[in-house]
């Protein structure tokens, strides 16, 4: 299994603000992935990860919406940018070990 | 893409009962993984399939790969309340073994009544 930290837990924000997401791995992945979860929804992949490189974004997400870091082989920053109420949903960090995708316990993201 | 049909949509039972749901996939799949995600948590991982017709356990939980790969079912057997939750199926397909393409079923929302 993998263990896998994400902060904040939950905020609440404003319209227009950012909202940065941390997530840390228990031990070094090549790829990290960041997935959205609308209300009442399933999971959407944003984006992966990749250390020493650019993410690779999913069809709808733009990195201008969904800047991501990857300093190292642990950690990895979602920014959800110039928020608007469509963007309240749980974020989750993902990471992929033997073929089996674990999950943080995600960020509840509410943009008022 | 990918399209995975998981049903039901919801189920009520009661405390004690065993329950069944199943996802179809509109092509053919290489991995099956089974989620459990409770209220304000992420997703956990319950069974993970790799063969075709494999039928695997953990605890009261069975999941079995579907002989034609394109379906999987998951029954969880004498329900307590806290089985309650949202269940998940995902899958992988033959094509590719890139987590990328992992995708994802609607989900079940479990309640059991007691």
């Known amino acids: 299994s993998a263990v896998i930290s994400q902060k904040p837990s939950r905020d609440i924000c404003q319209r227009g603000t950012s909202l940065t997401i941390q997530c840390q791995v228990d031990?070094?992945?090549?790829?990290m992935f960041w997935y959205r979860q609308q209300p009442g929804q399933s999971l959407t992949l944003i984006a992966t990860?990749?250390?020493?490189?650019?993410?690779?974004?999913e069809s709808g997400f733009v990195i201008d919406k969904f800047p991501i870091s990857r300093p190292n082989l642990t950690f990895s920053t979602l920014t959800v940018s110039n928020m608007s109420p469509e963007d309240s949903s749980i974020y989750l960090c993902?990471?992929?070990?033997?073929?089996?995708?674990?999950f943080g316990p995600g960020t509840r993201l509410t943009v008022l | 893409g990918q399209q995975l049909n998981q049903s039901p949509q919801s189920m009520f039972i009661q405390e004690g009962e065993d329950v069944s749901m199943n996802c179809t996939s509109s092509?053919?799949?290489?991995?099956w993984l089974w989620y459990k995600q409770d209220p304000g948590e992420g997703p956990v991982l319950l069974i993970a399939?790799?063969?075709?017709?494999e039928l695997t356990s953990n605890g009261r939980l069975t999941a079995q790969f579907g002989i034609t790969r394109k379906d999987s079912f998951l029954n969880i057997s004498a329900s307590i309340p806290s089985d309650v939750g949202i269940y998940f199926c995902?899958?992988?397909?033959?094509?590719?073994?890139?987590?990328?393409?992992?995708?994802f079923g609607s989900g079940t929302q479990l309640t059991v009544l007691p």
């Open positions: 993902s990471v992929n070990r033997a073929n089996e995708q674990f």
């Open positions: 031990s070094q992945v090549t790829m």
């Open positions: 990860a990749n250390q020493g490189s650019e993410a690779t974004y």
């Open positions: 092509s053919i799949f290489n991995t």
């Open positions: 399939l790799y063969k075709a017709g």
């Open positions: 995902a899958g992988l397909p033959i094509s590719s073994g890139s987590a990328r393409q992992l995708t």
